[in-house]
């Protein structure tokens, strides 16, 4: 099947994908759009797993001052080779990321990162509500599990729908700049300071 030229650009901007990558998606797809973005987020994923064991001593560290210096954020996102490191659409990335973790205030990277202490307190709490509204004891267990998932949405930056996109998480974004960069990245941390914050 032939791919007209306008199908993969319009592929290539929803998907950020390379042309010859868009094109095979859209002839696997027979020209369906929206099943070559699956296609094209499943090989991300593949690639990202293929890539997570390789070790990231390069990357960048950026930084981000809001609302005339209220809230500022530095973030080290790290990569395997001084290469990528110096690349523009790495450092765009990674300066995305700074701006995202000032805008939606994550606590952790990712869902390993929360303590199960803090995790139990919300289960308890959740399932405290669930029972007092009634609910029966087996479907108070799909309750906290929703409510589990949630509570990960607000503070785990990983799993935060990506403010310039949020029909993506920033994961999402993480494995589709791993799939175009070609090496393994990683969030290493940031830390997010807010004036008058209380420490």
């Not at 503070?155 to 791993?178: G, S």
């Amino acid at each position: 099947m032939s791919i007209e030229a306008s199908l993969v650009k319009k592929l290539r901007e929803i998907s950020g994908a390379g042309v010859m990558d868009c094109k095979r998606a859209l002839e696997e797809t027979q020209g369906d759009v929206e099943k070559a973005v699956l296609v094209l987020r499943k090989k991300g994923i593949s690639i990202a797993q293929k890539k997570s064991s390789h070790l990231t001593n390069e990357g960048l560290i950026d930084a981000y001052v809001h609302q005339g210096g209220r809230i500022g954020v530095l973030v080290e996102v790290n990569c395997e080779t001084d290469f990528v490191a110096r690349n523009e659409e790495f450092r765009a990335f990674v300066h995305d990321l700074a701006l995202h973790i000032a805008a939606s205030n994550p606590l952790f990277v990712s869902c390993q990162d929360v303590p199960d202490s803090l995790l139990s307190q919300e289960k308890e709490i959740y399932r405290k509500q669930a029972l007092s509204e009634g609910k029966k004891e087996n479907v108070v267990e799909k309750i906290v599990e929703g409510k589990t998932e949630k509570f990960y949405e607000e503070i785990c930056l990983l799993d935060q729908p990506f403010i310039r996109d949020p029909e993506k998480t920033v994961e999402q974004l993480l494995i589709e700049m791993i799939a175009r960069m070609g090496e393994n990245i990683e969030i290493r941390r940031f830390t997010r300071y807010q004036l008058g914050e209380s420490v």
